[in-house]
């Protein structure tokens, strides 16, 4: 039997989201009720930027279905992107290590309680039984041939027996001479491949079709949209992942959901393409294809009220 597809968005409270696809007046807190009654399961971003307070985290676990999951993204400074001290927790600014341009050094304590940090403030949703994976989005930078795959053990190990959903942003982890140890390495540390539907283009941070199962009761997919352009060189979210997909183009995907769905308990697939209402949008119409509920129109919802 198939393996369960859990369809959603990268945020629930994207700007664009607001300004197009929520109902105009509706209050901040009652979106993700509102978002909760047409998905079940959603990527939390803001935690990229910072990690969210346990208080916050709580009430997103009382306010959201019982079936419902989220995937919760990783810190900038775990995924190795540029941090810049603010950014972190003010409890651990003390042990920072600030290089040139303010930039926060990634050291091994600072990593160990960054992690512990993060598996505190979503101890509500672990709890709760709707913590389902962390999202670690790689920086481009971090490439085969100045990393190595062990530096991610600390944080897939730190938050074990939670899945790490790992998505790579250099294509050469999964050239052809590459890709086996890639794999292997997320199969024998029980981390998830995240397989990407990304812009047409054999640019570095332009990853290609590459479907895997490296832990069979999770697979995942992330949706870009195709604008290799915007992907590049925009400079807003909107330029870019901007992108409406077609029936045709969600047809396409399907077919590959549907495939990692043969091989895994469970497939989160969740649209990044953040401008305006393109993501929910896509969302909802990828669920009716696959045959899904895609939740009541707006005229019809009925708000569960926090």
């Known amino acids: 039997m198939a393996g369960k597809i859990l369809v959603g968005t990268s945020s629930w409270a994207d700007p664009g989201f607001v300004e197009e696809w929520y109902p105009q007046g509706l209050p901040a807190k009652d979106r993700l009720p509102y978002y909760a009654e047409r998905f079940r399961a959603v990527e939390v971003n803001s935690s990229f930027y910072a990690i969210p307070e346990r208080d916050a985290v709580g009430r997103w676990a009382r306010i959201t279905p019982e079936d419902f999951v989220f995937d919760v993204k990783l810190h900038r400074l775990l995924s190795r992107h540029a941090a810049q001290l603010k ?6 600014r003390e042990y920072a ?11 091994p304590e600072l990593e160990e309680k960054m992690v512990e940090q993060v598996k505190h ?30 530096e991610l053990d600390p944080i ?35 981390a998830v491949f995240v397989s990407v539907d990304a812009p047409p283009g054999d640019h570095v941070p332009i990853m290609p079709p590459v479907d895997a199962v490296t832990r069979d009761d999770l697979a995942y997919m992330r949706l870009h949209g195709r604008n290799t352009d915007g992907y590049l060189r925009g400079k807003s979210v909107a330029e870019r992942f901007g992108w409406r997909y077609s029936d045709e183009e969600l047809e396409e995907v399907g077919g590959r ?22 993501a929910p ?26």
């Open 121 to 150: 403030a979503c101890e509500p949703l672990d709890s709760a039984g709707k913590l389902r994976a962390f999202l670690l989005q790689l920086t481009p930078a971090f490439s085969p041939d100045k990393h190595e795959l062990a």
């Open 257 to 278: 959901v549907r495939e990692l769905a043969e091989q895994a308990n469970e497939v989160h697939v969740l649209f990044n393409n953040n401008r305006g209402d393109d």
């Open 156 to 190: 897939i190990d730190g938050l074990a027996p939670h899945p790490v959903a790992v998505e790579f942003r250099h294509r050469g982890w999964v050239r052809e001479k590459r890709v086996e140890q890639t794999l292997a390495y997320l199969s024998e540390h029980q």
């Open 87 to 92: 950014e972190l927790p003010p409890g651990l």
């Open 281 to 306: 949008t896509s969302a909802q119409r990828f669920m009716s294809l696959l045959g899904q509920d895609p939740g009541p129109p707006p005229q019809e919802t009925q708000l569960r009220l926090a």
């Open 97 to 107: 290590d600030v290089g040139q341009r303010g930039r926060v050094h990634l050291t």
